[in-house]
């Protein structure tokens, strides 16, 4: 009865007025905790959860973030298939589109972080998986411009919530050092999703009917399919450790094993100077700009890549094809990632490898060969998707080196918030005038490629910087029972060091 103790423990811990908390204050985990045995975990038993969880968790993840970048890029497919044609929209309405979904994106996030730490997480995915599956259905039924752009941001609001809900997920699960290779094998449904819709893309093409067009039918069964999935969420995705159909033994194993981590689990009280630490934080703002200015290239490549290619002189149905590769780099440059920044315990050096590969080469083949060498140019457009491996390392950044609840669940929404802007200038820099090269586009790349480079390496000497410092200061810091579980932020706990 070793925890009994705990919520007694907690009370050392001190807020910032120097009163002593509530027991409400911690971590729901240590307050589960407080009412079971403990029991010994073997390695053997370990691996066995670990694997447990690897099957029953990440691909209902995988399947949520793959219909997430599915249903936001079908219309990508839906333009070269006839959607401008049908509905009467111009280009510059149509890269519009791309730019209102991220408005709202951005715009919910801070709501969407409130509720998500409020209400069950895996509960609050779910119902937001099958809202935005209806959404998509709706696309169906779109017209006009007007019609389009509401369910762009209806899309977009509902769309937002499932990146945090992620993050959260893999840090109330994952030791840090297993949180890469996870966030790497949810996110690669940006690849799958590139895949599935180019060869939907394709099949649809051949489809012929007087009542329904084929990007019609391509909206239509996709949002049918994404409804499904957020039922499944609702049913099977658990809330928390604790809430789990897990064993008994199995939910003590799966919260003791986290303790390592120093992050906690999960905290339903939302604590207003958490919010301000986030803010006043060195790391929020670089990891922001880092994220901000590689996810230029990413919203340009993510609503723009079929034209793009179709630009470079094919018909819709090569177009089609020939958007297959990006999905496979893709996948591979993010499994690739999440591997091998899961084996050596590094995020940054991955970060920017990732993009001197699609940013640098990539970016400059595209936007410097000549306009005749389609090989060059297809080259530089499928490296330009490697850029997107180096977003889950920012996720996992933030799931790593972020701790307190209220302060991880702020800093998931400034991530997602950074991300949008990315993806709302991204498009920006496509225009009509431009066309069929987007010169101007291509060197826009290239140049925010170069400034998340060099904020990767600032924040990476601030990671060394500060871990040194607490080194210094708090050597031979005794340790608190139980302190991994007191809601501390990463700041406030001086036995806490960064992942870089």
Known sequence: MENKTSLTMATEKMDPEGQAPKATDVDAALEYLN????????????????????????????????????DKTLINY???????????????????????????????????????????????????????????????????????????????????????????????????????ARVGFWYVGTGTGTIIGALTSFGFQHYESEVFTPWQIMFLLFGLITMVVGVLTMI???????????????????????????TGIENKHFKMYQVRDCFTDPQTWLIALITITSNIPNGAVSSYQATIIKGFGYTSKETALLSIPSGVVGCISV????????????????????????????????????????????????????????????????????????KKVTMNAVLLMSFCLGNIIGPLTFRDADKPQYLPAKIMVVAAT??????????????????????RLHQGLEHKENSEFFDLTDRENKEFRYRW
């Open 78 to 180: 839906a333009n070269v298939m006839g959607l401008q044609e049908d509905t009467g929209i111009t280009g510059n309405q149509f890269s519009l589109l791309a730019t209102l979904f991220y408005v709202t994106y951005l715009v919910f996030e801070l709501p969407t972080g409130y509720l998500m730490q409020r209400l069950p997480t895996a509960k609050y995915l779910g119902a937001n998986v099958i809202l935005w599956g209806l959404i998509v259905t709706l696309n169906s039924a779109a017209k006009s411009w007007a019609a389009l752009a509401t369910l762009r941001v209806l899309l977009g609001c509902f769309e937002s919530a499932v990146a945090p809900a992620l993050i959260l997920v893999t840090s109330m699960w994952y030791k840090r050092s297993e949180q890469p």
């Open 236 to 262: 099977f995705l658990p809330d928390s450790p604790m809430k789990s159909r897990l064993t008994r033994e199995e939910k003590i194993w799966a919260i003791e094993r986290l303790r390592e981590n120093q």
């Open 35 to 70: 009412h079971e045995d403990t029991t010994v975990m073997t390695e053997i038993d370990e691996k066995a959860l670990v694997r447990k969880l690897d099957l029953t968790i990440v691909p209902l993840m995988w399947a949520c973030y793959n219909l997430q970048y599915l």
């Open 450 to 471: 170069a400034v998340a480079i060099i904020t990767t390496g600032v924040l990476m000497a601030y990671y060394a910087w500060e871990n040194k410092k607490r080194d």
């Open 335 to 406: 499994i690739s990632a999440g591997i091998c920044a899961a084996k050596f315990n590094a995020r940054g050096p991955i970060i920017i490898i990732l993009l001197l590969i699609g940013g640098i080469l990539g970016g400059s083949l595209l936007a410097f060969s000549d306009p005749g060498n389609k090989g060059a140019l297809l080259t530089g457009n499928y490296l330009l998707n490697v850029i997107g491996a180096s977003l889950p390392m920012a996720y996992s950044y933030s799931a790593a080196n972020y701790a307190g609840h209220t």
